[in-house]
């Protein structure tokens, strides 16, 4: 399966675009279906079918569209997002949330993993899921997908906002850190110990970060409100 992405600007609003092309006897379960705004094939190739009761409670969603190939399909994504495809060989150890897949080809089998007590309480979910097969999967993250080295002696602590998947035998703590300043000031934080590869999604974790960069400086604003003519001069 070849996978091309597109980014465009739509109203001012940055989009991306998604294109799959299969070939013959290749298959892709699409799980966003009405995310699909172009398909080249037969209308046969494209078959909707219902999720399991499994499926549905996580993710909230009724039908999954099951593409075979030879075909080529487009997918819109939402502003912000983007999608990044993952290599599974053999039995992966990493655990995600249901919530960030877009699609998965057809070799692949997903397990749900029952969660620890702790880990249950902490990540307010039952279940993730780990993939097994060969193939790929596609995940749905705000920003780039990026991935990051565990060590089981040095602890890593990760916005609880951006962290998608982690090894099956890690850690797994919900904490703030640094000093008492540092604490007051920040969103939870997962803390882990391990081995394996994390992955996060690079999402901005200051909502007021943008309009800081966009904004004036306070001197700026000030000038402009004393000064006659400020507003005028200075920009």
């Known amino acids: 399966m070849q996978i091309t992405s597109e980014d465009i600007l739509a109203n001012g609003i940055g989009r991306t675009t998604l294109k799959l092309v299969l070939e013959q006897q290749e298959a892709v379960h699409l799980l966003h279906p009405k995310q699909l705004i172009a398909f080249q094939g037969a209308s046969s190739q494209r078959e909707d079918r219902l999720l399991n009761p499994k499926g549905i409670m996580r993710k909230k969603k009724l039908v999954k569209a099951v593409l075979t190939g030879p075909a080529a399909a487009m997918i819109a994504l939402p502003a912000g997002y983007s999608v990044t495809s993952v290599p599974i060989q053999g039995d992966s150890s990493l655990l995600f949330e249901f919530r960030h897949l877009l699609y998965y080809t057809d070799l692949i089998t997903m397990k749900s993993v029952v969660q620890s007590a702790k880990n249950m309480l902490i990540t307010r979910d039952l279940i993730r899921m ?11 993250s ?13 602890p890593s602590f990760i916005d609880s906002r951006c962290l998608i998947a982690y090894p099956a035998d890690a850690k ?4 703030v850190y640094g000093n008492h300043l540092a604490a007051q ?8 110990t391990g081995t394996g590869t994390a992955l996060l999604q ?4 200051d ?21 006659p003519f400020g507003n005028i001069w200075i920009r």
Do not use: N, V
């Not at 780990?130 to 749905?140: C, D, P, T, V």
């Not at 705000?142 to 040095?154: A, H």
């Not at 797994?172 to 904490?175: A, E, H, S």
């Open 172 to 175: 797994l703590d919900l904490c």
């Open 142 to 154: 705000r920003g780039p997908l990026q991935t990051w080295e565990l060590d089981p002696e040095r």
């Open 207 to 227: 909502p007021g970060f943008e309009e800081q960069l966009g904004g004036d400086g306070l001197m700026k604003r000030t000038l402009r409100e004393i000064l």
């Open 130 to 140: 780990r993939f097994a097969g060969e193939g790929s999967i596609g995940l749905l």
């Open 202 to 205: 690079a999402a901005p974790s």
């Open 185 to 192: 000031h920040m969103a939870y934080h997962w803390k882990l």
